[in-house]
């Protein structure tokens, strides 16, 4: 354990602990950009700086560890002017076009321009006119370097959580971006990335947005709906964001007691949501008229009656061996386990398949 002080309290905390964290623990609000709790930390922004009292020195809180002794303080003045001014530096080099951004509203680089008071750029610079081209190469992220403040959370996601490492900086100085290996493109076919779309949800700027989702609403004007994917047995946990009763977006939750504490997903999961709203989608039952070969809407009652009849008949005619039964994984183990139910207690047979077996 380490004694520290922490804006005149002393505390005890373990000694493996990041100044952020701990402090975070002990209620200080530190504020951060590149942090993020899924990854580790590698001090990129540098909004989260504390002041060690001893040496006077400015640290980041998110890499340096606790130690015996230290005094600190996450907050004063030398601090607010110091995070400050690594914003406005951030946002001389930003286009600064909120009111059109995919972001608005769900931006931390945003959120900290009206905490600290920035109302306009404190610094000139070449940047007033975009420099690179939005990246829209394939159908599921769109990238807009210009939003990019090189933070590196989705470098980070994209390497230590999805392990695909499909992308990382390249370029240097003021050409630096997050691109694919050998400036290729996220949807060429040789690219590693399979389209999780963990870089999207961690990312802090709108520098990358879900292209499905651009125009769909603002983040405070869906609603928010936590599900659990149906697409395979893990299960995983998404918040599913609708407007207007329909789906636009299928964003992470990230909480230690799910399948995917880290807010994974898959393709399917992510992006796989369109079918919900679907016009094709059946809605209703179906039985198809002898006659005309054509499906026919009916209700559940007819349609019921109409397979318990047949069911009757053919067991009649042909025994219980004649049936067999195909379960999904896209249905819950309650609904497997009733469909096994029902082939061997009320029909009669041990055929039964999953699937997930194939
Ligand atoms: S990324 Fe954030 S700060 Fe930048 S334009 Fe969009 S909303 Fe504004
Ligand atoms: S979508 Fe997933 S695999 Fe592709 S770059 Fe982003 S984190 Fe990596
Ligand atoms: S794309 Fe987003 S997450 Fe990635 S470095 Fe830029 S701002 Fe950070």
Redesign the pocket.
């Known amino acids: 354990m380490a004694e520290i002080s922490i804006n005149g309290s002393s505390y005890q905390v373990d000694d493996d602990r990041t100044i952020l964290s701990a402090a975070r623990e002990l209620g200080y609000d530190i504020p951060t950009l590149c942090h993020h709790s899924v990854i580790s930390d590698c001090g990129a922004c540098r909004v989260c700086l504390i002041e060690n009292k001893k040496s006077g020195n400015l640290m980041p809180s998110c890499t340096t560890k606790v130690t015996d002794g230290m005094v600190i303080e996450t907050e004063n003045k030398r601090l607010r002017r110091a995070r400050k001014t690594v914003i406005e530096l951030l946002l001389s080099d930003h286009p600064n076009d909120c009111m059109t951004c995919e972001a608005d509203g769900n931006c931390e680089l945003q959120d900290l321009a009206y905490e600290f008071g920035i109302d306009k750029p404190a610094y000139g610079g070449f940047k007033e006119e975009p420099r690179f081209t939005i990246e829209r190469d394939n159908p599921f992220?769109e990238h807009d370097p210009d939003k990019c403040i090189l933070c590196g959370r989705?470098i980070r996601?994209?390497q230590e959580v999805?392990c695909?490492d499909?992308?990382e900086f390249v370029e240097r100085g003021f050409a630096a971006k997050v691109g694919a290996a050998l400036k290729k493109d996220?949807g060429d076919e040789d690219s590693s990335?399979?389209?999780?779309?963990?870089?999207v949800e961690i990312c802090p700027t709108g520098a990358l947005s879900y292209a499905p989702s651009l125009g769909e609403g603002r983040e405070y004007q869906l609603k928010k709906t936590e599900t659990t994917c149906g697409y395979c047995g893990v299960g995983c946990k998404l918040e599913l964001k609708s407007r207007d009763n329909r789906v636009v977006e299928a964003g992470s939750i990230y909480r230690d007691n799910l399948p995917n504490p880290d807010g994974e997903a898959c393709v399917k999961g992510r992006f796989g949501y369109e079918f919900i709203d679907h016009p094709d989608r059946l809605s209703r039952p179906l039985i198809k008229d002898k006659e005309s070969g054509e499906f026919k809407e009916t209700d559940w009652e007819e349609a019921l009656d109409y397979v318990v009849d047949n069911f009757r008949r053919i067991k009649r005619e042909h025994g219980a061996e004649a049936f067999g039964a195909l379960c999904s994984a896209r249905c819950s183990n309650e609904d497997n386990y009733l469909i096994q139910k029902l082939m061997r207690a009320a029909i009669g047979t041990h055929t039964i398949d999953h699937c997930a077996r194939l």
């Open positions: 992220i989705c996601v994209d999805q695909s499909a992308i996220l990335c399979v389209f999780c779309g963990q870089c």
